[in-house]
């Protein structure tokens, strides 16, 4: 019986943290009393505990309960322990059954683009890429979709310390084409590479961001342009978009 009540009580201190993170200014014992139909008096003992530990503080001026730091610490300290290749790791997969192509992970540094994940599809392809391989920002799909997401000002930083070496004859090698080209890829919300990169070879690539919102990594589809036609980039866009959105709430990221 005794457990029993113990296991109450914890369900109910969770009930009450939840409640309150949901109001903005907070809300009185006689409130949260009412709201979950028990006595002032346990709700005021459980509010006690969840005080003294820092899950819940009380307002000075109003008197009324809200929540504490120690839910953000909490919070910070689940996102900070999130590996970004185990969470996308499922989605990744999907998307290579759904297309049979290479699939990439990359995450920015140092004004380059890091492979931190690739699966090879089951299409015969050779491409340049492998696991902790760098690759330029400017002529692929994921350093793109990256780029397409940062301040102009941070944009023609990296463009002034690392150029725009043309790597085939597709490449952007002119600023403000590639800006506009920026513009257009974080208003469509992918980015493509038409052999930018490597011969024959055409990208699609989209964003992941965090739980501040800000582009942390990209995922590209990867194949011949024989079989990335522009019906299949407009087929597979929506696809993406959703999967870049899906590993990004995975991160912490708020969908505004």
Do not use: W
């Not at 730091?69 to 322990?81: A, G, H, M, P, V």
């Not at 940062?150 to 790597?167: C, E, S």
């Not at 990867?222 to 980039?233: F, K």
């Amino acid at each position: 019986m005794e457990r029993d009540n113990m296991v109450k009580s914890v369900s109910r201190a969770l009930d009450i943290i939840d409640m309150i993170s949901l109001r903005k200014y907070g809300m009185g014992v006689t409130e949260i009393a009412n709201e979950m139909d028990i006595n002032k008096s346990s709700v005021h003992r459980i509010l006690s505990t969840l005080v003294k530990y820092g899950y819940i503080e009380q307002v000075k001026d109003s008197g009324k309960y809200k929540v504490g730091y120690k839910i953000l610490n909490i919070s910070t300290r689940l996102l900070d322990s999130i590996d970004i290749r185990s969470e996308a790791k499922l989605y990744l997969q999907d998307l290579e059954q759904k297309t049979n192509e290479v699939i990439h992970l990359v995450v920015p540094d140092n004004d380059e683009v890091v492979y931190i994940e690739k699966l090879d599809g089951n299409e015969a392809l050779r491409m340049h890429s492998s696991v902790g391989k760098r690759a330029p920002m400017h002529c692929t799909s994921v350093g793109k979709a990256i780029l397409a997401h940062q301040p102009v000002q941070v944009v023609k930083g990296i463009i002034q310390r690392k150029g725009l070496k043309p790597h085939t004859e597709h490449t952007i090698t002119d600023e403000m084409a590639l800006l506009e080209n920026l513009k257009m890829i974080k208003t469509k919300g992918f980015a493509l590479d038409l052999e930018e990169n490597e011969n024959g070879i055409v990208c699609i690539a989209v964003p992941i961001f965090d739980y501040q919102n800000n582009v942390c990594a990209a995922i590209s589809v990867s194949g011949p342009l024989i079989r990335m036609s522009q019906e299949r980039l407009q087929e597979l866009a929506p696809f993406m978009v959703d999967i870049g959105k899906s590993v990004s709430i995975r991160l912490g990221y708020l969908d505004e």
